[in-house]
RNA sequence: GGCCCGUUGGUCAAGCGGUUAAGACACCGGCCUCUCACGCCGGUAACACCAGUUCGAUUCUGGUACGGGUCACCA
């Protein structure tokens, strides 16, 4: 068989050599060490927390190490692209503070390696392709879908494995007469690799793994489809390759077609990136637990956080709590670090699928939360609410000042208050402070009548003086409750509760309530000085 | 079914031949307290199973069970 007469049949316009490609894309120039990693998103539309996870790592190997992270879109299938995909990827990992140094950009490119879309690089893939066929390693297969599933029900008959190996590879042997004739008449064909029979056993080090042993390939897969576009594996191994990938981070779905990757570097004679398989998210359904589906689980799609406002640095803490085990040890120690000094590494990734905890992340939320100023609440909040909730954007919009005094309620001392959880739980819990949003939703409590509550709102409004301190104030909330018949401590109220009509928890309970609407609420006197003593005033007015 | 990966409390997890088997979230008590939130103290709760190696196995080996992945011209 003449395989160059049949490399220059099949691919007559290819000219480059694999050296040309070896030139035109040459080693990075980094310092040792550095990590060289990627996300290779489908645009499919849909990018999920998955996606998100894998980002994190190969982002922090890439920047911890002086190295490079990129964007590279894997658009082989064009049955599956979505309109404004590549738009959607890159406003979410914007979102969620991932930043790329290199790859598709909004409507371009950014970067020496590319192009970064892979529909872009067909030529590239076929010099190597040529090549292959050059030396005897690819054929081109004229197998039709329903002959490919007469095989496959043969084989299952007989017990066999499925798929074109060995003596099922009916396309391997044509002589380039017959290829020639095949293509004239039309036929349609995909490139195989001409897989080995053998039980030889492959073993790769993965770095999340440790060793990876399984059975040499056999098969003659797909290197390029009929359109000429590239299968997932032969992408991944020239790309990977040319834009001098040193990490593949990918999840363990992946592991089983690890065969097929060593197969083609072997025979392009490259040397492997490190292999990082990493553990699927899963979610608890019943007593059991199961992968994370895209039909069944919101919480899955990457928009989902983004509508429920959590906030960026929460999803980067949840998600590095569950990629690196000593991540929490190193956030109590020291609560106010950047988390982007924690020393992520890939020694301490857990490899059994980890469940997505949605109360472990609003509570790491709350932490987030607290610990950011009045000032980055807002802006954060605010950029929220311009996205999601603009008459809320509007409201915060208007009362700058009462907002971020709002904000700083129990702020400072080593206790500060964790109200807020999201930013879309914001909206609901600060609403008391704006006349706009303001509702009683609460219950006056029972041991508060309406007499009661005539006679306390008449003298607190009397005595009432905004100029008050918070013991000033208390004070005068004190002898307003003993005047009133109420156990000013509330422990003599449930020694005696006989004794009293209700206790001084009653008493603020129903001014917290007129004031905030909640019997649930910050620190009365704190607030009243957010809203000022014209809210203040008015709303305790209308219990008169 | 073949091949592969995994299995420590409800969840996430430390552990790398000898431990009273950490810690976090959740849950339940208690304290603090004008409510809540915070904080503090305490509590319930785990090495899937069976063999083997060993003086000794959560840790090493084999098997079983269970869970997961994958076997496309999808990634």
């Known amino acids: 068989m003449d395989y160059n007469s049949l490399a220059n049949l099949l691919f007559p316009d290819v000219t480059d050599k694999p050296e040309d490609m070896e030139a035109r894309f040459p080693e990075r120039e980094l310092p040792a060490g550095a990590c060289v990693t990627r996300i290779g998103p489908s645009p499919t539309g849909f990018v999920h927390l998955g996606n998100l996870y894998n980002a994190l790592i190969g982002e922090r190997l890439a920047h911890q190490s002086g190295g490079v992270f990129y964007l590279r879109i894997e658009d082989t299938d064009s049955k599956r692209e979505v309109e404004g995909a590549v738009e959607t990827v890159i406003n979410a990992m914007n979102y969620f503070g991932v930043h790329f140094d290199e790859g598709a950009v909004s409507g371009g490119d950014n970067g020496c390696y590319g192009p970064y879309r892979q529909r872009q690089r067909e030529a590239i893939y076929h010099v190597f392709a040529k090549d292959l066929v050059q030396r005897g390693l690819a054929y081109p297969c004229f197998l039709t879908a329903e002959q490919i599933e007469a095989i496959r029900e043969k084989q299952t008959a007989n017990k066999e494995n499925p798929g074109i190996y060995g003596e099922y590879a009916a396309c391997r042997d044509l002589t380039i007469q017959q290829v020639k004739e095949n293509i004239s008449a039309g036929m349609e064909w995909v490139l195989r690799y001409r897989g080995v029979q053998t039980d030889e056993y492959i073993s790769v080090e993965d770095a ?82 199961r992968k994370l589906s895209k039909r069944k689980d919101p919480e899955l799609a990457l928009s989902y956080y983004q509508q429920e406002g959590i906030s960026s640095d929460a999803i980067w803490e949840f998600l590095l709590t569950v990629l690196n085990s000593n991540f929490e040890e190193w956030r109590i120690a ?14 301490k990734m857990s490899i059994s699928g980890a469940l997505v905890d949605l109360d472990k992340l609003r509570n790491i939320s709350k932490d987030v939360i607290g610990r950011m100023t009045a000032d980055d609440v807002y802006k954060n909040w605010l950029g929220w609410c311009d996205e999601y909730n603009n008459d809320f954007a509007e409201l915060i919009r208007k009362y700058p000042e009462r907002t971020i005094a709002a904000l700083n309620v129990g702020k400072g001392g080593n206790k500060p208050r964790k109200d807020l959880e999201t930013w879309k739980q914001a909206c609901s819990f600060m609403s008391f402070y704006y006349d706009e949003t303001f509702a009683v939703s609460d219950d006056m409590p029972a041991e508060c009548d309406e007499e009661t509550r005539n006679l306390f709102f008449a003298k607190y409004l009397e005595s009432y003086d905004h100029g008050d301190d918070s013991s000033e104030w208390f004070a005068k909330v004190k002898s307003i409750t003993e005047e009133l018949g109420f156990a000013v401590k509330p422990k003599d109220y449930k020694k005696n509760p006989e004794q009293y009509k209700g206790s001084i928890v009653h008493i603020t309970n129903m001014l917290r309530i007129a004031l905030t609407g909640h019997a649930n609420a910050p620190d009365i006197h704190e607030v009243s000085h957010v809203l000022g003593e014209e809210i203040v005033r008015n709303r305790l007015e209308k219990w008169l």
């Not at 390759?241 to 490259?270: C, D, K, Q, Y």
């Not at 990082?276 to 007593?287: D, I, N, R, S, V």
């Open 334 to 347: 020291d609560p106010e670090a950047d988390y982007r000094d924690f020393p992520y590494s890939l020694e």
């Open 208 to 289: 999340v793994r440790g060793k990876l042993e399984m059975p040499r390939n056999n098969m003659d897969f797909v290197l390029l489809k009929s359109d000429g576009i590239p299968t997932y594996h032969f992408a991944h191994v020239v790309d990977d390759h040319l834009m001098r990938s040193t990490h593949v981070i990918r999840g363990e779905e992946w592991i089983s077609s690890l065969p097929m990757h060593v197969e083609l570097f072997n025979a392009l004679g490259w040397k492997m990136p490190v292999y990082c398989h990493t553990a699927t998210l899963m979610k608890m359904e019943g007593t059991g637990k």
